[in-house]
C-alpha cells in the first residue's frame, strides 16, 4: 500500500474489500489495460472478475443480494480501479448509478425486479440525459415521452451514453407533458423511463436503435454510443418511481454521487500518473545522475504529490458528507472539479517527466494523457461546478443587511 492516499476511520469490512480490489487491480487490469485500450477491446474477463467479486453489486442493499456498502467504500473502490484503467470504472459507475436512483427512487415492483439481478451483475445499467444539441442545459431537452393507454412512447436522439452497447436496463430522461401544463417549468415535466433491452448494436428492440460505437480519443474499451428512440413503446409500470413530471430530480440525485465517482477516478488516474513518474525518475539519468535527483524534478514530484492526496481528501469527504444523509451537492462539486483539475495536471506533469518517451505508445502515460480531458467534461463541465459551488456557498453565506 502507498503512503499516498489514506483515508482513516475505515472499518475491517472496507480494508478487506479495498485490499480485495488493489490486488485485482495490479493483477488483473494494470498488465493487459494498455493493449486493450489500444485495440478498443472490451475488457470482458475483467468485468467477469468484477462480478465474482461482488462490485456490480457493492451498494446495493442485502435484502437484494447486494453487499449494502457505504458510497464511501464504492468511491474507494473506484479510485482504485481508475489507478488501473479509467474506462472500466466508467464501466461499473453508470451501472451503479442506475442501481442508486432505483433504490431511491424506484417504486417497490421495480426494485425488486431489477436490483437483485443487478447486483449480480446479470443486468447492467447505464442512464442517458444528454443529446447531440443539449450540452449541459439539461432543461433543452427534446426527447418526449407521451402516454397512450397503459403505455409510453418514446422518441429522440441522446448522445454520450456510457454502456450503450453492453448495457440491458437504461435510464433515459425524456420530457412528458402529461399532467403538467403548458408552462410549467422544464424540470418539472420531465420523466426518467426505465428502458429494458437486449445488450448489442443496431435495432436491439422494436423502436430502439443503439449505433456503433463512437470512436474516441480516450476512455476506450467501454462503448460510447447513440440512442434513437423512434415509436419506442414501454409500459407505463417502467416509469421511474411510477410518476410523472420528477425525472430531473431523479437524474440529479444520481448525477450528485456520480460527480463523487467521477472525482475518484481522477484520484485514481493521477495516483498512477504519480507512481509512473516518480519510479520513472528514478530510472532515468542524464548528467550523470537519476532526474529524481535534480531538484526540478524533484519540485515537479512534490507538487504532484500534494495534487493527489488533497483531491483524495475532498473526495472522501463528499461521499461520506451523502454517506450521512446530508446535502453534499456542494462538497461533490468541489471534489469534482478539484480532482479532475488535478488530475489533469499531474497527468501532464508525469508525462513531462518522461520527456520524449511519454510521447510513444509504449509507455503507460501515453494512454493516461488521453483519458485524463474526459473528466474535464464527465458529470458537468468545470464551467457548470463552479455555477453548482457559487450558488451554494451564497446559500449559506447569505449577506444580511
Known amino acids: 500500500m502507498t503512503r499516498l492516499a489514506q483515508t482513516a476511520g475505515l472499518n475491517d469490512v472496507q480494508q478487506e474489500i479495498l485490499s480485495t480490489v488493489r490486488d485485482f487491480v495490479d493483477k488483473e487490469i494494470i498488465p493487459v489495460a494498455t493493449g486493450l485500450e489500444h485495440r478498443d477491446e472490451y475488457p470482458t474477463e475483467i468485468v467477469e472478475g468484477l462480478k465474482e467479486l461482488g462490485l456490480f453489486g457493492l451498494t446495493i442493499p442485502e435484502e437484494y443480494g447486494g453487499l449494502g456498502e457505504s458510497l464511501l467504500t464504492y468511491a474507494l473502490c473506484v479510485e482504485e480501479i481508475a489507478r488501473g484503467w479509467m474506462s472500466v470504472s466508467g464501466i461499473i459507475n453508470t451501472h451503479f448509478i442506475v442501481a442508486y436512483m432505483l433504490k431511491q427512487h424506484g417504486t417497490q415492483e ?147 454521487v456520480g460527480r463523487v465517482n467521477v472525482a475518484a477516478r481522477g484520484c485514481g488516474v493521477a495516483q498512477r500518473a504519480f507512481e509512473l513518474g516518480v519510479s520513472y525518475a528514478q530510472q532515468r539519468q542524464t548528467f550523470g545522475k537519476p532526474i529524481a535527483q535534480h531538484q526540478a524534478i524533484q519540485f515537479k514530484l512534490a507538487e504532484m504529490a500534494t495534487k493527489v492526496e488533497a483531491a483524495h481528501a475532498m473526495m472522501v469527504n463528499a461521499a461520506r458528507k451523502k454517506d450521512s444523509g446530508e446535502r453534499n451537492d456542494l462538497e461533490a462539486g468541489m471534489a469534482k472539479y478539484l480532482a479532475s483539475e488535478y488530475c489533469k495536471e499531474v497527468v501532464e506533469d508525469a508525462f513531462r517527466i518522461h520527456g520524449g518517451y511519454g510521447f510513444s505508445k509504449e509507455y503507460e502515460i501515453e494512454r493516461l494523457y488521453r483519458e485524463a480531458p474526459m473528466l474535464l467534461i464527465g458529470e458537468g463541465t468545470a464551467e457548470i461546478q463552479k455555477m453548482i459551488i457559487g450558488r451554494r456557498l451564497l446559500e449559506e453565506y447569505r449577506f444580511q443587511g
Open 110 to 256: 421495480q426494485k425488486d425486479t431489477f436490483l437483485p439481478r443487478m447486483a449480480l451483475g446479470e443486468v447492467r445499467g447505464a442512464f442517458s440525459m444528454s443529446e447531440p444539441a443539449l450540452g449541459s442545459d439539461v432543461s433543452a431537452i427534446t426527447s418526449k415521452g407521451v402516454r397512450d393507454g397503459e403505455e409510453y412512447v418514446l422518441d429522440g436522439q441522446k448522445m454520450w451514453l456510457t454502456n450503450g452497447g453492453t448495457s440491458s436496463l437504461v435510464a433515459v430522461l425524456c420530457r412528458s407533458d402529461e399532467g403538467h401544463p403548458e408552462g410549467t417549468a422544464p424540470h418539472k415535466s420531465m420523466t426518467t423511463f426505465l428502458v429494458e433491452k437486449e445488450p448489442g448494436f443496431g435495432e436491439v428492440r422494436p423502436g430502439l436503435t443503439i449505433p456503433g460505437k463512437i470512436d474516441k480519443m480516450g476512455y476506450k474499451g467501454v462503448d460510447t454510443t447513440e440512442l434513437i428512440m423512434d415509436g419506442l413503446r414501454i409500459p407505463a409500470n417502467r416509469v421511474l418511481g411510477g410518476t410523472t413530471g420528477r425525472g430531473f430530480y431523479q437524474m440529479m440525485d444520481g448525477v450528485e
